[in-house]
């Protein structure tokens, strides 16, 4: 509520626009307190009403050109690779969401300074609201996939915010200093307050009128275009209803014992809902299968575009392959393993008929990430395919549904191109630059050979004399795991592990190590893995950039 000063004393504020003489009649009816809030509330509201009107005008142009998501998408698209290692290793895969929060706050601080602003000079609060908006704009304009119509919500937003702050701030003046005839009310003070009371209720419901309709169309717009981008392009029906194709080429049963069956150990298969997700997308990209086509071209004889309904009629192999992250550290969990179900890559490239110079494969995503893959591997590895399905399902949204790219043994951000749409044949030296080729990751990423300790879980207490399984999971994309060997403290032998077995040589594989402790406390556990060329895992540590982290995994327990 706002506090009415008293009019016959002297110590109320004078800061406003219309400073006293020599009067003793404050004419500030709202103390300086209130009103700063008033002010800050003033610029919120705005910057409210501006994502709102943006939000619903999104539901229009496209969910990624709302104003929040633009300038989120924006500022991941220039974000410094010393920062992204930083949030990401601060905020783990939380990342998307710390950027979410730390751009809303920032935001409002500055939507809070805008209010205050406007209300002493109010054109240049509203160039705020324009500078605001324009950053919007600048984002929606420079994203790899935008159209002209894109600029609409931050544009139009931002004209509303506008709008808000030439209606508000008025009033708010209004109420607080409400025009105050000095003259008058030295003649006839009791009548003047009366007076100044009835004008008072008038310029307050004025002024909560106007902000109450603000504050509906923020909340309105805001909720509306919210639920409304929700739903348009929703594609979880198509999903619900999507029949796969048997595979021609089923995979091969999981061998007996491929799963140790050890509590804390990462299970052989990676349930849907709890694989790792990495990408640069704030809102994952929702591609209808009705209207998806890919389409080969560059450096081929013969361009081909391909609907889904084609592919899903393309014999079809499934197969057990383990992704894995770049960005994945020693000890790291951004990896997974699925049976993927897809149509086998190298098959559509022959009928596409790729020129002898071509050596890049140069694919786009519906959100115009892009993914530059050595065409070597394409051709050559083993079950490099186009998946539509993973574990039995339709590819969730989040993996790429309906059609990404797999090819074993090379670190996603060169090979797994999620909700892909365009393939092109070129060359590394000539042709495009993939997205994080530009951020200096490296172009060719094969993956290490690597193992992780899942149990006992780090500074676990052990009993001395009795038994635990030391057990985790050790991966060589291709190449296959042929040894995973522990050791105790730094100066201790490499004992060898016990392997569980594997369907092929593109997955994860389970080791188990049995220990009962001999001596009393702090241990150091330590594994290595061997791959089957009889490379051994290095101990030397690497960052995962540019080309993926190496060192080994230790973890220290107490016995007692
Ligand atoms: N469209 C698109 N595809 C993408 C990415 C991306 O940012 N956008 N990230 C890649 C990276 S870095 C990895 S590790 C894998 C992760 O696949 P997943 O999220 O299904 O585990 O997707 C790849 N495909
Ligand atoms: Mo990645």
């Known amino acids: 509520m ?5 009019p016959r004393s002297s110590s109320a504020d004078t800061g406003g626009k219309h400073p006293q003489s020599t009067d003793k009649l404050p004419p500030a009816r709202i103390g300086p307190r209130l009103r700063l809030l008033l002010k800050m509330a003033l610029g ?11 939000e619903l005008v999104a539901v229009v142009t496209g969910p990624t050109s709302a104003p929040l998501t633009a300038v989120g998408q924006g500022f991941v698209r220039i974000t410094p690779e010393w920062l992204k290692e930083f949030a990401t290793s601060t905020f783990y895969v939380y990342d998307k969401l710390a950027l979410e929060v730390g751009m809303v706050l920032v935001l409002a601080l500055f939507a809070a300074a805008v209010g205050v602003v406007a209300y002493r000079w109010l054109t240049v609060g509203m160039i705020g609201v324009g500078v605001f908006g324009l950053v919007g704009v600048v984002a929606a ?8 119509l894109d600029i609409a919500p931050s544009a139009i937003g931002a004209a509303a915010g506008a709008i808000v702050l030439r209606m508000l701030v008025p009033r708010l003046v209004e109420l607080a200093e409400p025009e105050f005839d000095v003259e008058q009310a030295r003649t006839n003070v009791r009548m003047m307050l009366k007076m100044r009371d009835r004008r008072f ?66 299970s052989f298969t990676t349930p849907n809902p709890s694989f790792y997700r990495i990408d640069t997308a704030l809102v994952t990209p929702r591609v209808d299968p009705a209207t998806w086509e890919l389409r080969i071209h560059g450096m081929v004889d013969r361009e081909l575009k391909i609907s889904f309904a084609e592919l899903l009629k ?3 192999i499934e197969r057990d392959i383990t992704l894995t992250c770049v960005s994945n550290e020693v000890g790291g969990n951004l990896i997974g393993e699925a049976k993927w179900l897809g149509a086998p890559l190298a098959d559509l490239l022959k009928e ?11 694919t786009t995503s519906a959100d115009g990430w892009t993914c530059g893959t050595p065409l070597e591997a394409v051709m050559t590895t083993p079950n490099a395919m186009l998946a539509v399905g993973m574990n039995g399902d339709p590819l969730p949204v989040a993996h790429g549904f309906p059609v990404r790219m797999i090819v074993p043994g090379l670190y996603g951000y060169v090979s797994g191109t999620k909700w892909i749409v365009d393939m092109e ?57 042929s040894m995973v060997e522990v050791r105790l403290g730094e100066q201790g032998e490499w004992q060898p592990a016990r392997l569980a077995p594997v369907p092929n040589n593109q997955t994860w594989r389970q080791w188990v190590w049995d220990w009962t402790p001999g001596a009393r406390g702090q241990q150091t556990l330590w594994a290595r893995a061997t791959d089957a060329t009889g490379e051994v895992q290095t101990i030397q540590i690497a960052d995962s ?16």
């Not at 706002?2 to 008293?6: I, L």
């Not at 619900?240 to 194709?245: D, F, N, R, V």
């Not at 596409?352 to 140069?362: L, M, N, S």
């Open 2 to 6: 706002p506090t009415r000063t008293d």
């Open 44 to 54: 919120l509201l705005a910057a409210g009403v501006a994502l709102g009107v943006g």
């Open 141 to 148: 304009m420079t994203a790899p996939d935008a159209s002209q």
């Open 201 to 266: 209720d008038e310029d307050r419901r004025r002024f909560l009128y106007a902000a109450g309709a603000s504050l509906g169309v923020a909340v309105v717009g805001g909720g509306l275009g919210g639920v409304l981008l929700n739903t348009r392009g929703d594609v979880s029906k198509d999903i619900a209803t999507l029949k796969l194709p048997m595979p021609a080429s089923k995979a091969p049963r999981l061998p007996d014992g491929v799963d140790l069956n050890i509590p804390g150990l990462a």
């Open 314 to 316: 393309r014999p079809m």
């Open 352 to 362: 596409a008929g790729v020129h002898p110079g071509a050596d890049q494969v140069f």
């Open 425 to 481: 044949l070129t060359t590394f030296a000539a042709g495009p630059q993939a997205y994080w080729i530009q951020r200096e990751w490296a172009p060719a990423a094969p993956i290490k050979t690597m193992c992780r300790i899942d149990v006992p879980p780090a500074n676990d207490e052990l009993q001395l004399g009795q038994s635990v399984k030391v057990a985790g999971v050790a991966w060589a994309q291709n190449r296959g795991i």
């Open 545 to 560: 950039f540019p080309g993926g982290a190496t060192g080994l995994p230790s973890l220290q327990v107490l016995v007692r």
